[in-house]
Structures are given as C-alpha cells and as structure tokens.
C-alpha cells in the first residue's frame, strides 16, 4: 500500500511530466515544485501549472530570479545563442540549476514530511551537463541529509534510459499520449512536438522516433 510522500522537481518537459506520473504510482501524495529563474518562455511556468491543475496535482512555483543573474545563459538571454562547440558545455547549461533546485526541493519537502524528492534527471541521453551525473546527485543527496539531519532520498528514474526509453515509460504509465501532446521540452516556446530545430526538440524526436519504430517491430512479430 503507497504511504510515503514526494516532491516532484517539475518543468512541464517530457521528462518531469514523466516522472510526475511515475511518482504518482507510487506515492500516496505527490506535489510538484516549479522554479522560476527568468526562463526565455514564461510558457514554461504556465504549462507546468496547467499540467499540475489537470492531474489534481499541489503546485509550488518558487522565484529563482537570482540565478538568472548569477549565470547568464541561452535558456534565460534573448543575446545567448543557443549552441554547444565541441569540447565546451552548452550555452544553455546553467551554473549551479539543479544544485539550488533540489536543495530548495529538499527543503520544501522537508516541511511538508515528504521524504523523497523525484527528479528527472538523466545521465544516458544528456548533453554533458555535470549537473546531472549519478555521482552529483547521490553527492547531493548525502549533503542534504547531514545538512537538515533528515532522510531525504533523491529518485531519479530516468538516470539510465535513453529518450526511447522514457517513451516507453510513459507508455507503461499509460500517459504517452498525455506527454507528448501536453508538454513544452522546445527551447522556442512550442509545446508538443515543438520547432523540431532547436537541440531539445531534436533529441526529443530522435527518442520518439526510434520508440515508435520499435513498437512498429514489436507489433509485426
């Protein structure tokens, strides 16, 4: 029986909506933290409070303004161009976003008695971002623990699985369609199958199109 609560680190991407509804199957109370750190699309915030509202899901949204002017970066500066050259981090790496994020997370969750924070993360399709390592996050997850003197656990259910994958873990939640009708991965602001040019947008059709053309084998077998 499902007694424990999470927090779910949540953008209104393929990714935390995914593990939104993994959460949800496994937790008797899930509420969901948004950050606003002045992303380009304030689209971002709305589609991560709609999603929330429809799935009967507690929403916080925390200002994370400051990080904006500490990092300059793609994802917040219309004067950023979005790109990576090889051997650099890409331009919409942001310093410090998921450090501060799940801290935050881990202190809200912490008042509301939640003991497991999930966030999507994911070590397998990334784009070389540290910040979303196994070995950051199990590092993290120690420091919150001794910092607040609480048993936080950190869930990451994506770290292994490729884009395809977490297609297929949506399915099995019975919420593909859900995923990629009503969530905003595209860094242009487009929700659903978004511009189909930017980095996101590309690494989310490759996912998709090597999970369908799985399912199309799987099917004729």
Known sequence: MKKEKA???FSGGQDSTT?????MERFSEVEAITFNYGQRHKLELDCAADIAKELGIKHHVLDMSLLNQLAPNALTRDDIAIEQKEGELPTTFVDG?????????????????????????????????PDCRDIFVKSLNVTLNLSMDYSFVIETPLMWLNKAE?????????????VREKTLTCYNGIISDGCGHCPACQLRKKGLDDYLARRILELKR
Do not use: M, P
């Open 7 to 9: 927090v779910v680190v």
């Open 19 to 23: 593990c939104l509804f993994w959460a």
């Open 97 to 129: 976003r998921n450090l501060l994020f799940l801290t935050f997370a881990a202190i809200l969750a912490k008042q509301l008695s939640a003991k497991h924070i999930v966030t999507g993360v994911c070590e397998t399709d990334f784009s070389g971002y």
């Open 166 to 178: 977490t297609w297929d873990l949506a399915e099995t939640l019975g919420a593909f369609q859900f």
